[in-house]
């Protein structure tokens, strides 16, 4: 079964969010995906506590308050939010696109509105030509399964919140724990590198800072041990290692998107300014993905591009229907919305 | 003597405001010129108390309120506000922009921004062939001194804050005063109404609804009666009149702009949208008065228009200066605006 929409949005940073309301303004319904688990995209995940300045008539927030904001602005209109998935294909027929994300979602829209960013977030891999022979068997980027861990020489690559948090679970169980950081401080939960300093103390886990990994040790196939090299006086060393964890944060990435066949530039596509439309008609792009005459990734330039994106929508979903512009101060979908009494004129 | 500027923006509604700020982060200083006492535009002129759902963000303000914030968003980077003064010239010479105001405050500028909305606003006029003749001696849009009405009959046509506030003030000096009203009941302030109607109760003012004024009766150049007319039963009647006040609103006109040598439409300019150049490099339009493919007259498309001109000007102001884009979160200049501290990545 496939799910009929009117539009479907592809990213909930804050330009997707802002669609939301923008087709919404128009009396139409949508369904938004996003590949991370919460709403946001870069804003909730690279900067969730950064203040930014340059939101117009938000003299300052961080990039969850404005997350928080938008979510708020949006909530009259119900979009339903599908988080955690991933577009991974779509084509198109008699006007409607079929969509299918990485959890077999289905959807049959009309139109599609790409507010992809700089593309989903994968972790930033580690650089030595055995490291890819080992994913998931020895090295791994995520933790899926704690339990596996138990009774092994752990070695941790990181200082964040990610590197820190599984550095306190696992160390209890493992037969050693190293956690190594570039820096001399941790970026991470100050309560967090608190636990570990006790582990540490206690002798359940170790901490060495201001080293890089400069090395793998394998046995056939097998990883052994990673070279150690402190930064000051280049010493190294090599720790005994049976699994690897590296915490090196995300890095952004288009996805399937790059195979659609759209206008592209390297990791934009291209646009019309009237519409926000692709080459595809029926299939827009807005904020930082979206590339054309003067483009500045600015989210205030989002939130334009999906206004005029949802318009041309509008007359793609409701052919030869008027579409009015409407100030919101008198929209009747906005009193309907929010319960506003109408005012006199 | 002129006052040397990078940037002179025309017109303070929220796109003019912002535009300050966007030049701001560029490093460049702006002065600003009003027609209006106060900065604001139509939103602080027309609609103040009336709720705005769709800046993005901001689930809902007023208008004065978003006027509010964005004065405090662009206090860092002390614009200087010229208020109550119309550009009325503009001439080129060597890539500077000579502009003259209607309080003759001349300018030298590189670079200009017209953010004049739908234009200057001025009173909407009585449409009587004899009314001209009449303006300024017996028949007022605004009111500049108060003592000229006192022992005269006075009627006022209007039911909004304006023709209320005047009817109570002048009420208590005139020999007579009737307030006559197309509806049957007033928009203005009811407080202001509620005094209107112990005035008429005590014999010191008339109150007539639903009912126009259909004609005005003239004894030589002079005003003696105007006709009024019930909306119903279609009965007539003369007022004796002496001094005819009239309020029916601000209607916007778009000024000396027309005269400037700009490609324009009706009551628009056309610009480029990749820079919000006009024809004449250097002159740049944003907000309400800016026409291009797609564009809606949406306060959130002017910030964006605003964002895009001020990267083009700096290109002008400082030629050859390469202009990264710099997201507010790291920008120097926040930091050192605001005097925030720079946080370690």
Redesign the interface.
């Known amino acids: 079964m496939s799910i009929q929409t009117d539009a479907l949005i592809v990213g909930a940073g804050?330009c997707g969010l802002?669609q939301i309301?923008?087709l919404g303004?128009l009396g139409l319904k949508a369904h938004i995906v996003d590949s991370l688990e919460h709403p946001g995209g870069q804003c909730a995940e690279l900067?969730p506590d950064?203040?930014?300045?340059?939101?117009?008539?938000?003299?300052?927030?961080t990039?969850q308050e404005?997350v928080d904001?938008?979510m708020?602005?949006i909530k009259p209109f119900g979009a339903t939010f599908h988080l955690g998935e991933e577009v991974q294909e779509v084509s198109a027929q008699d006007g409607v696109f079929r969509v299918r994300t990485s959890k077999d979602t289905l959807f049959d829209t009309k139109t599609v509105f790409i507010a992809g960013g700089v593309g989903s977030f994968t972790p930033r891999k580690l650089r030595f030509p055995e490291a890819e022979g080992l994913e998931d068997r020895q090295l791994h980027y995520r933790v899926r399964n704690p339990g596996q861990f138990a009774g092994q020489h752990i070695v941790i690559l990181g200082g964040g919140d990610s590197a820190l948090d599984w550095a306190v679970e696992l160390a209890p169980e493992a037969e050693s724990l190293t956690l190594v950081h570039r820096r001399d401080e941790f970026r991470g939960a100050e309560a967090t590198a608190d636990k570990l300093r006790a582990l540490a103390d206690s002798g359940q886990a170790n901490i060495v800072l201001s080293a890089n990994a400069t090395g793998l040790e394998l046995d056939g196939d097998r990883l052994t041990g990673v070279e150690i090299t402190q930064l000051e006086d280049k010493t190294k060393r090599v720790l005994e290692t049976d699994q690897l964890l590296v915490f090196f944060g995300l890095s952004p990435k288009l996805g399937p998107i790059a195979e659609w066949g759209l206008e592209m530039g390297r990791k934009t596509i291209d646009v019309d300014?009237?519409?926000f439309s692709t080459n595809i008609p029926g299939i827009f792009a807005i904020g930082d993905i979206a590339d054309?005459?003067?483009k500045?990734?600015?989210i205030?330039?989002g939130?334009?591009?999906a206004?005029?994106a949802a318009?041309?929508a509008k007359a793609i979903i409701e052919p030869g229907k008027k579409v009015p512009?409407q100030?919101?101060?008198t929209?009747p979908i906005?009193q309907k919305r929010?319960g506003?009494e109408e005012?006199?004129?």
Chains 1, 2 share one sequence.
């Open positions: 804050p802002f309301f923008e303004l900067y950064k203040p930014i300045y340059d939101i117009p008539a938000v003299p300052v927030c990039g404005l904001k938008l708020a602005q300014t009237s519409t054309y005459p003067g500045k990734k600015l205030l330039s939130f334009h591009e206004a005029l318009f041309a512009l100030y919101t101060t929209s906005m929010l506003v005012e006199t004129g």
